[in-house]
């Protein structure tokens, strides 16, 4: 990506049991990583076979999605920083694990 300000850095940052690996499905879906069928048991940033298994999430995990925005999304970011012309957007994403230590 060469439109620096076409890059979002985003990390998904939640307590244990709330969503934060299923969202991350649903963000990887929308990418078209995985297929819609798959949104919430596929727990694609869930690398370890045993975080598989437990249903868990035990090491953050980073992806990066690219999406292309179409001109009636577009119209939404006018006002923005986004570069002129270009409607891709990279998105690099971190979900992170339920114990995160929020007080550091």
Do not use: P, W
């Amino acid at each position: 990506m060469d439109f620096l300000r076409n890059i979002c850095n985003m990390s998904v940052i939640a307590y244990v049991d709330h969503g934060k690996s299923t969202l991350t499905d649903s963000l990887v879906c929308k990418a078209g990583i995985i297929a819609n069928e798959k949104v919430g048991e596929a727990r694609f940033t869930d690398t370890r076979k045993d975080a598989q298994e437990r249903c868990i999430t035990i090491n953050s995990t980073g992806v990066s999605l690219y999406y292309e925005l179409d001109a009636y999304n577009m119209q939404f970011l006018e006002q923005t920083q986004f570069h002129e012309g270009k409607n891709g957007i990279l998105i690099n994403l971190i979900d992170s694990h339920g114990h995160v230590d929020f007080s550091s």
